[in-house]
């Protein structure tokens, strides 16, 4: 069974960074490439990161220059390094597996998801 | 860049057929996705491929895509099916993922 476990929200201060974790088990992490997504407290979904199984990644325009995505692959773990954070970052940040293909990415499986909360 | 629309909203009674559309320009020449968030939950992919039901979606659900909208099909709507729908493309010129705005389905 595909798992996927979030972890390392909480509350930051604005300029300040934080590291997000997503523990993968129930498949061959190295084989897939793995998304971040977020979503605002109570608003829509919004893509933030996503990285292949070499490393290669692309990042939304409101986060560029701000996030780094990041995984190893020996520890089936997901990473998302968070710094220059803003008051808008503020949302639950679920990492998905990403079933990446020439015409398409969808994500089949989700972590339960972590809050960030950024705030003076 | 690429925009998805969706309806805030849609309702309908039990047992009866929700439609939920999606709209973009020539969103009938790319994949599309959707996915079912139940409140205070991780979404869960509810349709790819446009058509496509993963395993554990009940054949109540179903997709198309052609033109300018992509619509997900609900028949006999039960109240379990109460959530937010979202639907999904990506650009591979970009190589990024847009999300529609989401659409909350009420069950009357």
């Known amino acids: 069974e595909v798992q996927l476990l979030d972890s390392g929200g909480g509350l930051a201060q604005p300029g300040g960074s934080l590291r997000l974790s997503c523990a993968a088990s129930g498949f061959t992490f190295s084989n897939y490439d793995m998304t971040w997504v977020r979503q605002a407290p109570g608003r829509g979904l919004e893509w933030v990161s996503s990285?292949?199984?070499?490393?290669?990644?692309t990042y939304a325009d409101s986060v560029k220059g701000r996030f780094t995505v990041s995984r190893d692959n020996s520890k089936s773990t997901l990473y998302l390094q968070m710094n220059s954070l803003r008051a808008d970052d503020t949302a639950v940040y679920y990492c998905?597996?990403?079933?990446?293909?020439?015409?398409?990415?969808?994500?089949?499986?989700w972590g339960q998801g972590t809050l960030v909360t950024v705030s003076s | 860049s690429y925009v998805l629309t969706q309806p805030p909203s849609v309702s309908v009674a039990p047992a009866n057929t929700a439609r939920i559309t999606c709209g973009g320009k020539?969103?009938?020449?790319?994949?599309v996705h959707w996915y079912q968030q139940r409140p205070g939950q991780a979404p869960v992919l509810a349709m790819h491929y446009d058509r496509d039901r993963p395993s554990g979606i009940p054949e109540r659900f179903s997709g198309s895509n052609s033109g300018n909208t992509a619509t997900l099909t609900i028949s006999r709507v039960e109240a379990g099916d109460e959530a937010d729908y979202y639907c999904q493309v990506w650009d591979g010129s970009s190589d990024h993922v847009i999300f529609g705005g989401g659409t909350k389905l009420t069950v009357l």
């Open positions: 998905a597996r990403d079933r990446r293909s020439s015409l398409t990415r969808a994500f089949d499986s």
């Open positions: 990285t292949s199984g070499n490393g290669r990644s």
């Open positions: 020539n969103i009938g020449s790319k994949s």
